[in-house]
C-alpha cells in the first residue's frame, strides 16, 4: 500500500515509458518524430515537463550505439556468464539477473541486446529496477530492434500476462 501511495504522487521516467509504449509505439510511431506534439500530449495527460524531457533523452539513448567498455567482448560462447559490477548488481537484483540470463538461453537477447537493456536500466534514475521494470526496458529495447519480432512478442506476452495477473492495467 506505501508503494502505491508513492508512486501515485510522483510520476518518474519509466511511468512516461510504459506510458509512452502502451499508446503511441504500435498504433502511432510517427509520433516520436515530433517530440513538441508528444510533450504537449503527455503534459495533458498529467506527467511533469521535467519527466517527460528525460523520458525523451532515455529513448534517444535506444537509438544510440554506445562504445564497448576496453577489453569487451561480444562474442556468443554459450558458457561464457555475464558479471555484474557492483553497480549493476545493487539496481539489478538476483530476480532480474536471472530473468536476463533466461532470455539470452532462449534465444530472445543476444550479447548486444543484453548490454543494451542493462545500459537503458542503469540510465534510469532508480535505485533499483523491480523485474516488471525490467521486463518493460527489455520490451523498449527489442521493439527498436530490427528481426527481434518473435522476442518482443514473447517479451510482451510475460508482461501482460504478469500485468493481468495483479488484476489491473494501469
Known amino acids: 500500500m506505501h508503494h502505491e501511495q508513492r508512486g501515485k504522487m510522483k510520476e518518474t521516467v519509466f511511468d512516461v515509458l510504459v506510458y509512452l509504449f502502451e499508446n503511441y509505439v504500435d498504433d502511432r ?3 516520436y518524430a515530433n517530440q513538441k506534439q508528444l510533450a ?9 515537463r521535467g519527466e517527460i524531457r528525460k523520458a525523451f533523452r532515455w529513448l ?3 537509438s544510440t550505439e554506445h562504445p564497448l567498455a576496453p577489453g569487451s567482448s561480444l562474442h556468443r560462447d554459450a558458457a561464457a556468464i555475464r558479471h555484474y559490477d557492483p553497480a549493476e548488481a545493487r539496481k539489478l537484483d538476483s530476480a532480474c539477473r536471472g530473468f536476463l540470463l533466461l532470455m539470452e538461453q532462449h534465444g530472445a537477447l543476444d550479447a548486444r541486446t543484453r548490454e543494451r537493456v542493462i545500459e537503458r536500466a ?3 534514475e532508480l535505485e ?3 523485474l516488471e521494470q525490467l521486463k518493460w ?3 523498449m529495447v527489442l521493439s527498436r530492434q530490427p528481426g527481434a519480432e518473435y522476442a518482443h512478442a514473447l517479451v510482451e506476452d510475460m508482461v501482460y500476462d504478469d500485468l493481468q495477473g495483479e488484476g489491473q492495467l494501469h
Open 29 to 31: 510511431p510517427e509520433l
Open 40 to 48: 504537449l500530449e503527455l503534459s495533458e495527460a498529467g506527467f511533469h
Open 60 to 62: 534517444d539513448g535506444l
Open 122 to 124: 542503469m540510465a534510469l
Open 128 to 130: 533499483e529496477i523491480t
Open 137 to 139: 526496458i527489455v520490451l
